[in-house]
């Protein structure tokens, strides 16, 4: 599988930022979730989180919330995740998995490593692990050959924006605003100043999510970002009591109009 700097390098290439797409294992069903993160690459997004379903999140909105519950109701496991990614091994882009970091823990952090680079993943991104205390799970990365993607925050300082960037690799994780994920009608204003400083700060590559929901705010995001992170635009469709075929129609309708964004803010 193609490494996720080398995908967004290819992406650079083309004056463009990535759209990355978020989705739970497991929500409708494995196999649902399956179709669904099918549908996203064949609609244009260009690289793929993949999230553990938990029970206790820190940054997940209500409309994730809702869709993990779903999925953690119907029986989802953490093993499901590496046959998800397995999966989708063929769309040949990367597919980086998001945990909270008990169930790495919980199955070996080693294991948990090993497990996802042999079913084709690309990386983890940890949003409650710092890199402060990561030195195991930066070891087993290594050794994996996979992605570490941290966070930064508006509330970052230069230091912990210097760390964070050192300790990545593949992109850094921006939350464009304080709080949790979810639609909001405007994308946090600091967005931009805390991309600018952390490439300063040493980041090759800065992503942003938390929020982002139209074709809109993807094109302004787009116009000085990496890449955009979109999940609760995209879970949403596949919580109505339409048809699971009707749902993805409207996931993949969605993926276009924010696919269509990201080009719109296209760099000279």
Not at 116 to 127: D, F, H, K, Q, V
Not at 183 to 208: H, I, K, P, Y
């Amino acid at each position: 599988m193609v490494s996720t700097a080398t995908r967004l390098a290819a992406i650079k290439d083309e004056s463009r930022a990535a759209l990355i797409g978020y989705l739970p294992v497991g929500f409708p069903t494995v196999e649902g979730s399956i179709e669904a993160a099918r549908t996203l690459v064949e609609n244009g997004v260009d690289i793929l989180e993949l999230g553990i379903p938990y029970t206790d999140p820190v940054m997940d909105g209500p409309t994730i919330q809702h869709a993990v519950d779903q999925a953690l109701a119907g029986g989802t496991r953490v093993d499901d995740v590496f046959t998800v990614v397995a999966a989708l091994a063929d769309l040949d882009v990367p597919v980086l998995v998001m945990s909270y970091f008990n169930p790495i823990l919980r199955r070996g952090v080693a294991k948990f490593a090993s497990d996802l680079a042999a079913a084709g993943g690309a990386g983890i991104i940890t949003p409650d692990l710092i890199p402060d205390e990561a030195s195991e799970w930066i070891e087993a990365a290594d050794a994996a050959g996979l992605d570490r993607v941290f966070l930064v925050a508006p509330s970052s300082t230069p230091e912990r924006l210097a760390l964070t960037a050192r300790a990545c690799r593949g992109f850094v994780y921006a939350a464009s605003t304080m709080g949790v994920t979810g639609e909001r009608t405007q994308v946090g204003s600091a967005a931009r100043t805390l991309v600018e400083d952390t490439r300063a700060a040493g980041a090759a590559n800065v992503c942003v999510g938390l929020g982002v929901s139209t074709r809109e705010q993807a094109a302004d995001i787009a116009s000085y970002a990496d890449g955009v992170i979109v999940g609760s635009a995209f879970v949403k469709t596949l919580l109505t009591d339409k048809p699971f075929a009707q749902q993805l129609d409207d996931l993949a309708h969605v993926a276009q109009q924010l696919a269509a964004g990201v080009r719109e803010g296209a760099r000279p």
